[in-house]
T-cell receptor
Framework: GQNIDQPTEMTATEGAIVQINCTYQ??????LFWYQQHAGEAPTFLSY??LDGLEEKGRFSSFLSRSKGYSYLLLKELQMKDSASYLC??????????WGAGTKLIIKP | GAVVSQHPSWVICKSGTSVKIECRSL??????MFWYRQFPKQSLMLMAT?????????EQGVEKDKFLINHASLTLSTLTVTSAHPEDSSFYIC?????????????FGPGTRLTVT
């Protein structure tokens, strides 16, 4: 079967760094996406990894290890507006995104 | 670029009526459009995948006669919820994949919140 495992909720302090881990099992693999979703809104694209390693994009970085079925999203210099759900979505052999429930990130001042 | 719009952004309808939701790619042509449904505090659930000019592919458990999808052009897909019931109340989100790029990224519309009374 296909499965995504992320922590349900995390709390961090404004200005700090947080790492959101994701492990996955899919039928085939065509890359992994991270999306941000604020409450009541649609997801917005953050990153896409298809090869192993770290992709850095401003305050956000995403890491992928295909052999371990593992990815993480690293958020630096946290701001209050980063409070949202973060969705890890691998793409299977049919190019379908597999969605988990996401990680709700709470930023405290 | 890569903007997707949805209309309406929210709708309230009476039980038994039908509601049409439009999804448009504003500045690109979409090879494929996806329709998702999301209940509060739950993950996105793919309902169907549609390619322009062909019939939509529905996920298991999604009634194709209840959720009618028409992908009339490379920039427009519509989802019609027929004979809506209160349990159909949800957040409906479309996404689109670009035709002109070798990318698997999906661009999401802002979503449509449907409330059936």
């Amino acid at each position: 079967g296909q499965n995504i495992d992320q922590p349900t909720e995390m709390t961090a302090t404004e200005g700090a760094i947080v790492q959101i881990n994701c492990t996955y099992q899919t039928s085939g693999f065509n890359g992994l996406f991270w999306y941000q979703q604020h409450a009541g809104e649609a997801p917005t694209f953050l990153s896409y990894n298809v090869l192993d390693g770290l992709e850095e994009k401003g305050r956000f970085s995403s890491f992928l290890s295909r052999s371990k079925g593992y990815s993480y999203l690293l958020l630096k210099e946290l701001q209050m507006k980063d409070s949202a759900s973060y969705l890890c979505a691998p793409m299977d052999s049919n190019y379908q995104l597999i969605w988990g429930a996401g990680t709700k990130l709470i930023i405290k001042p | 670029g890569a903007v997707v719009s949805q209309h309406p952004s929210w709708v309230i309808c009476k039980s038994g009526t039908s509601v049409k939701i439009e999804c448009r790619s504003l500045d690109f042509q979409a090879t494929t459009m996806f329709w998702y449904r999301q209940f509060p505090k739950q993950s996105l659930m793919l309902m169907a995948t549609s390619n322009e000019g062909s019939k939509a592919t529905y996920e298991q458990g999604v009634e194709k006669d209840k959720f009618l999808i028409n992908h009339a052009s490379l920039t427009l897909s519509t989802l019609t919820v027929t004979s809506a019931h209160p349990e159909d109340s949800s957040f409906y989100i479309c996404s689109a994949r670009r035709r002109d790029r070798d990318s698997s990224e999906q661009y999401f519309g802002p979503g449509t919140r449907l409330t059936v009374t």
